[in-house]
């Protein structure tokens, strides 16, 4: 009867600018649920606040509700520089509620990535608990992510040096031979 969904759209390409979204649905023809959502998102994010909407959709219609009239909101920002974010919601029957925000890439310290820094970030689930009168109560998990972000070529010095020192090694024979 209930689910969430999240995904990353990026229609410019891997490391640029791109939206989050997340999508919980209540399926249940009968009974309205209160939802509460919690998604932590990585430091390689630098999310567009401006750009945050909220929309619900019922069997009747779709309405954009601004992000000051959900029951429950929090964004906390954490150290490292990644952020929570969530919210509390009643859904009614046969409804969804979607989420979107923007974000921009950011540009890491090379000791910030981490090991195989190709592979890219690992991005939390984000949990969702839904709460009815006509049904247990019940926690569901989001898909995982798995982000890419710009990369410095960490292979740069080297290939500088390389050529370098090749082309002193040519000069420098060269004027030898002569």
């Not at 029951?71 to 009643?90: A, C, I, Q, S, Y």
């Amino acid at each position: 009867f209930f689910s969430v969904q999240s995904r990353f759209l990026r229609t410019l390409g891997q490391a640029n600018r791109g939206t989050y979204e997340v999508q919980v649905m209540n399926d249940d023809f009968a009974c309205a649920t209160d939802v509460s959502f919690s998604q932590t998102l990585p430091p390689v994010l630098e999310p567009v606040w401006q750009s945050l909407s909220v929309w619900i959709t019922t069997q009747e219609y779709e309405y954009e509700l601004h992000w000051k009239y959900l029951d429950e909101k929090r964004v906390d920002f954490r150290k490292d520089g990644g952020f929570d974010l969530g919210f509390t919601h009643k859904l009614p029957a046969k409804s969804s509620l979607r989420l979107l925000l923007d974000y921009g890439p950011v540009f890491l310290n090379t000791q910030d990535f981490p090991g195989d820094a190709n592979r890219g970030f690992e991005i939390p689930l984000a949990l969702a608990h839904f709460q009815s009168s006509c049904r247990p109560s019940i926690q569901l998990y989001s898909n995982a992510h798995l982000l890419l972000a710009p990369l410095p070529d960490m292979s740069m010095p080297f290939n500088v040096i390389s050529l370098t020192c090749t082309l002193y090694a040519f000069v420098i024979g060269s004027l030898i031979n002569l």
